[in-house]
Nanobody, 122 residues
Framework: VQLQASGGGLVQAGGSLRLSCAASGRTRSINVIGWYRQAPGKQRELVATLSSSGNTDYADSVKGRFTVSRDNAENTVYLQMNSLKPEDTAVYYC?????????????????WGQGTQVTVSS
């Protein structure tokens, strides 16, 4: 699976941005897709993910402000970010996990796209 992220940039606090991530390759095997971020000096952390069954998972810090969605026809996942704060500044990474194999032995692989910088000025 290849992931191509886009949509980062510079925005003032309170503003909005939408990130996009186009997936290609074995997209039918994708079980979970979404976004992580890494701020300078910090570990990479989950932002929002969407499972193939439609379940979402959000970091507490972004609940109510960010929305993850997927266009299956275009194999694209989006992250709509509203009410941005300076602490949202980070490199955002698209992430996908594939699941495959027989029922008695399930395999998973993790894939990462290139990062896209999001900078929120105060």
């Amino acid at each position: 699976v290849q992931l191509q992220a886009s949509g980062g940039g510079l925005v003032q606090a309170g503003g909005s941005l939408r990130l996009s991530c186009a997936a290609s390759g074995r997209t039918r095997s994708i079980n979970v897709i979404g976004w992580y971020r890494q701020a300078p000096g910090k570990q990479r952390e989950l932002v929002a993910t969407l499972s193939s069954s439609g379940n979402t998972d959000y970091a507490d810090s972004v609940k109510g402000r960010f929305t993850v969605s997927r266009d299956n026809a275009e194999n694209t996942v989006y992250l709509q970010m509203n009410s941005l704060k300076p602490e949202d500044t980070a490199v955002y990474y698209c992430y996908a996990q594939t699941k495959y194999g027989p029922v008695e032995r399930i395999y998973t692989d993790d894939y990462w796209g290139q990062g896209t910088q999001v900078t929120v000025s105060s």
